[in-house]
Nanobody
């Protein structure tokens, strides 16, 4: 059974770049048609899709975050990493990674939680000086 584990700093200073990793066990990040997304949930709000990395290495981004966001991968470590630049206190949230297994069906619905079959437990990130 696949497991996803987020890791990274719990506290980041404003204007810095936040980097979070999602380590996948029990499955490969290069499995055909699989893709891995990053979501975040600010206090008192719903989950927000940020972007995704597909099995092929292609990446997809939420348009309003695209300027500050990049997603990379390390196939040797089976990790997907989120980089969010120029953070502000408004980026304070619980960050999650999630796996989708059918890119052909999910490519235009990545922002919807129901296309994902596995989620990490989430990691709290606070942006504060």
């Amino acid at each position: 059974q696949v497991q996803l584990q987020e890791s990274g700093p719990g506290l980041v200073s404003p204007s810095q770049t936040l980097s979070l990793s999602c380590t996948v066990s029990g499955g490969s990040i290069t499995t055909n048609m699989h893709y891995f997304s990053w979501f975040r949930q600010p206090p008192g709000k719903g989950k927000e899709w940020m972007g995704a990395m597909a099995y092929s290495g292609n990446s997809y981004y939420e348009p309003t975050l695209k300027r500050r966001t990049s997603i990379s991968r390390d196939t040797s470590r089976n990790q997907i990493t989120l980089h969010l630049g120029s953070v502000t206190p408004e980026d304070t949230a619980v960050y999650y990674c999630a796996r989708g297994t059918d890119l052909e069906k999910g490519w235009d619905r990545m922002e919807y939680e129901d296309v994902y079959d596995s989620w990490g437990q989430g990691i709290q990130v606070t942006v504060s000086s």
